[in-house]
């Protein structure tokens, strides 16, 4: 139920910096530590790894067996603080409207997208256009006046229902802190055509995904749209037994919207 990261630098005197953490299922950091070295880098390790051997954390079953991304939006008033945990989202039509799950940005109205194109990042305004919050998905839009809207989109919604064993990919943005800002390719197939306890908005997939690739799109072998990735069960109980909301959903909530999306 944890997971174990490490990053080294190296500086220009031949020194070792070593960052050792734990997360939780979630990707929450729960414990940090640094260590240094001037001669072995096996030693930095050694240095950041004394103070974890201690560390003493048992899943006692209280967590939810159903893992959702929990994100921390920046306060427009301070533009110092970091982000500590992300979702995904995904353009739905040219102009600037985005879908994702509607628990990555539940309670807040306006916020800051980042949008990675032709490999420069750039951050744009958004707010809430419409949730459901029950199939948990929600749609934004971006009112940044620097916004161009895009020159087309490279997918077609699939709304019919995928066989099992079809296959299927996502892309996203999981653990960011930790596997960097890049897009991730992960595939797999369609285990059932319904979810969690039986729910028949979503597919269980085998697609592997974490904690930041919630809002993100699951694409069939064609490249149609047919799902949003949303959950998984805890990996202490299942393996990729995870989770996407079904696209005939997301069209449901896109006609729900007064002016013309798709």
Not at 117 to 127: D, H, L, M, N, V
Request: charge should be neutral; glycine fraction near 8%.
């Amino acid at each position: 139920n944890l997971a174990l990261y490490l990053v080294v630098n190296t500086e220009l005197n031949g020194c070792y910096n070593v960052t050792i953490g734990l997360l939780n299922y979630k990707g929450k950091v729960l414990l940090k530590r640094d260590g240094e070295s001037c001669g072995l880098l096996s030693t930095a390790i050694k240095n950041s790894l004394h103070s974890l051997t201690t560390f003493n954390y048992s899943y006692d079953g209280s967590e939810p067996p159903i893992y959702k991304d929990e994100v921390v939006i920046q306060n427009e008033n301070d533009k110092n603080q970091k982000w500590i945990e992300n979702g995904t989202g995904f353009f739905i039509n040219k102009n600037g409207f985005i879908t994702t799950n509607y628990h990555v940005i539940k309670d807040r109205n306006e916020f800051e997208i980042s949008i990675t194109k032709k490999g420069i990042t750039k951050g744009y305004k958004a707010e809430t256009l419409r949730v459901d919050r029950q199939n948990d998905l929600a749609i934004l839009k971006i009112v940044d006046t620097n916004f161009k809207p895009l020159d087309s989109l490279y997918y077609n919604f699939n709304a019919q229902t995928q066989d099992v064993g079809s296959s299927v990919f996502a892309l996203g943005y999981p653990l960011t802190q930790i596997m960097g800002s890049e897009i991730k390719f992960t595939d797999g197939k369609i285990s059932s055509k319904s979810g969690f306890q039986g729910d028949i908005t979503t597919y269980q997939i085998s697609v592997p995904i974490q904690p930041g690739n919630s809002g993100g799109p699951l694409f069939d072998e064609k490249g149609n749209l047919v799902g949003v990735t949303s959950s998984g069960i805890n990996k202490q109980l299942a393996d990729n037994a995870n989770y996407a909301i079904k696209t005939s959903y997301l069209k449901l909530l896109i006609e729900s919207i007064d002016q013309k999306i798709v």
